[in-house]
């Protein structure tokens, strides 16, 4: 299947989801810095010299970002009704959403050895540029690695501190089901990310495999938890959960499967990341997976040869990136997101349909849902 062209319709739908992520982003991102700001003082009153991993958080945090996972759960709560007595909660869960995003990213930028997130120094870097240019003892990134582990852990703990207030908002059992839904959150990315990380040690995984890590560390990650803690902090009704899963299901995986492409062939400028830079990593994804299977024994092997080197020329990239769309897999990845951008537009026709008990999402909430399936499938960073 190929994958799904934009109609003039969800071409508006689009352009009517940017306007409100926008509007969202910035008052979120208002929002994200005075919590930080608070905290962060208050963190290194104690020790000042630990002001220094509270500011590489506070960093990544406020540098941008699309600030998808606490726009999903407020526009999730929004769709179920949620309204003003479970607001200020629901503010909570965005930002708790967005720290455990950065804990995520610091680590797995340690893991991935990256020098830059968000065109920014990754956090371990600037703390070894820090230990080199003081001229301290010891190894300067052995350095950078010990703090930025330290930071990544600081901005979780703020995570699970925003998700227990919110919790103590809720009425009756929300809070509780909230707060295990972001626990399963956690755990299942964590799963997810170790997944891929043995895949790409072993240099070799299954179908299934690739499924398993598609689904824990995007597909729950991404979307279907965050609407899931959005629908529970609104008391939605039990009717709406299947429908919700299904299309967080899919668009979440659309978009990681998306990244796998931005991974390998996105325009640096955009990315924020080096040109191929998954594979540089060595990253077993969907892409490499169906090239090596599709191209004949010399690209399989030079492809094979290039994963996991570290820093590609642009005449290998150039290479690498014929290989792949050549075999066949490019376009069999971008089939498999149109496959998912359908199925996500199935499961919105029925929540936006009345049930028997005529729950249904409704206004701002399932507009921003609709445009968030064409933002999936035609973004580009």
Do not use: N
Not at 132 to 158: C, N, S, V, Y
Not at 164 to 176: C, S, V
Request: glycine share 12%.
């Amino acid at each position: 299947m190929q994958q799904t062209v934009p109609t003039d319709a969800s071409a508006v739908a689009a352009g009517h989801f940017r306007e409100l992520l926008e509007d969202y982003r910035q008052r979120f991102d208002r929002e994200l810095a005075a919590w930080i700001a608070a905290r962060r003082e208050r963190f290194a009153a104690a020790v000042p010299e630990a002001d220094e991993i509270a500011g590489a958080v506070a960093r990544l945090a406020t540098s941008g970002g699309k600030r998808l996972r606490p726009a999903l759960v407020w526009f999730t709560w929004r769709a179920c009704g949620g309204g003003a007595a479970t607001q200020e909660a629901v503010r909570s869960l965005g930002l708790a959403g967005e720290l455990l995003h950065t804990y995520l990213l610091i680590h797995d930028d340690i893991m991935d050895h990256a020098d830059t997130r968000r065109g920014l120094p990754t956090a371990h870097a600037e703390l070894a540029r820090r230990h080199r240019q003081r001229d301290w003892r010891g190894d300067a990134d052995d350095f950078g690695r010990t703090g930025a582990i330290l930071a990544g852990d600081l901005a979780h703990a703020w995570a699970h501190e925003l998700v227990a207030d919110a919790a103590r908002r809720l009425p009756g059992e929300r809070g509780e089901a909230v707060s295990r839904a972001f626990a399963a959150t956690c755990q299942e990315v964590l799963a997810g990310q170790y997944l891929e990380v043995l895949l790409a040690q072993r240099g070799e995984g299954t179908a299934d495999d690739l499924a398993r890590v598609l689904r824990f560390k995007s597909g729950a990650y991404t979307v279907e938890r965050p609407m899931q803690i959005g629908a529970l902090a609104a008391g939605a009704d039990a009717s709406l959960g299947a429908p919700l899963s299904a299309y967080g299901r899919a668009v979440g995986e659309a978009f990681q499967l998306q990244d796998d492409v931005l991974g390998s062939f996105g325009d640096e400028a955009e990315t924020g990341k080096p040109a191929a830079s998954d594979l540089a990593e060595g990253k077993l994804t969907f892409l490499v997976f169906h090239a090596l299977a599709g191209a004949g024994d010399g690209d399989a092997a030079a492809l094979r040869d290039a994963l996991g080197s570290g820093p590609l020329q642009p005449g290998q990239v150039a290479r690498l990136r014929r290989i792949i769309e050549t075999s066949g897999a490019l376009g069999r990845v971008r089939g498999m997101i149109g496959e998912r951008v359908d199925t996500a537009r199935a499961a919105l026709a029925e929540l936006a349909a009345p049930s028997g008990r005529g729950a249904a999402i409704r206004d701002e909430g399932h507009a921003f849902l609709a445009g968030l399936v064409d933002y999936v499938a035609e973004r580009r960073r």
